[in-house]
């Protein structure tokens, strides 16, 4: 079963509008990472946050993390066509895998 | 450096074939894992080597199997296939263990069972 559960399973926005995407998950993590993937090709990392960090930026990204509602968000901001993709959050548990969310489908309209 | 490589990208086969699947992880890593990803069960672990050892494995049958080579390449095999193998098959390496750090995903192999 998976460990994440992504919200919302797709968005469709506008180029220049930010996008939200949320992860659950069920048991403790040692970290939780946000992948990319575009059209069925090969996952790209994007960042990855310990459990005891609670906000994280790269670029265009903002990651936070809230382990005591045991979720977290993914922002993309000032989106652009090419963030046109599949947006996956995996946890790292201690059990030597990533167990990988259902994934949120971004669409972002030029 | 270059990135994950995984050979071959597309492959056909009938029911009842077997299949090996080849993936070379980025120089200087030695975790690969390997990832099934269908349509209805999303992105599931099938097994993680490292340094030529099985470290963990995932809920799959037993047709499905893997090792890793000394250079670190990791091939996986799935026997006796069935139509419900149809997927695309990820591989990823990293430098540590799988899970603790960032893992580097090649893209993918698309195996389609008739």
């Known amino acids: 079963s998976q460990q994440g559960e992504e919200d919302p399973q797709a968005l469709s926005i506008q180029e220049g509008e930010n996008a939200t995407m949320n992860c659950s998950y069920k048991?403790?993590?040692?970290?939780l990472q946000w992948y990319r993937q575009n059209s069925g090709r090969g996952l790209v990392h994007l960042i990855l946050?310990?459990?005891?960090?609670r906000e994280k930026h790269s670029g265009r990204l903002r990651v936070t993390l809230d382990t005591s509602k045991k979720s977290s968000s993914l922002l993309i901001t000032a989106s652009r066509a090419a963030d046109t993709a599949s947006y996956f959050c995996?946890?790292?548990?201690?059990?030597?895998?990533?167990?990988f969310g259902s994934g949120t489908r971004l669409q972002v309209q030029p | 450096k270059a990135g994950v490589t995984q050979t071959p990208r597309y492959l056909i086969k009938t029911r009842g074939q077997q299949v090996t699947l080849s993936c070379s992880p980025i120089?200087?890593?030695?975790?690969v894992s390997w990832y099934q990803q269908t349509p209805g069960q999303g992105l599931q672990f099938l097994f993680e080597?490292?340094?030529?050892?099985?470290?963990n494995k995932g809920n799959f049958p037993g047709r499905f199997s893997g090792r890793q080579f000394s250079n670190s390449r990791s091939e996986m095999n799935v026997s006796t296939l069935e139509l419900g193998d149809s997927a695309l098959y990820l591989c990823?390496?990293?430098?540590?263990?799988?899970?603790?750090?960032?893992?580097?995903f090649g893209p993918g192999t698309r195996l389609l069972v008739l």
């Open positions: 990823a390496s990293s430098y540590t263990t799988g899970g603790e750090g960032t893992q580097y």
């Open positions: 048991t403790s993590i040692n970290n």
């Open positions: 946050i310990r459990s005891n960090e």
């Open positions: 995996a946890t790292d548990t201690g059990r030597r895998a990533l167990t």
């Open positions: 120089s200087g890593h030695r975790s």
């Open positions: 080597y490292f340094s030529e050892t099985q470290r």
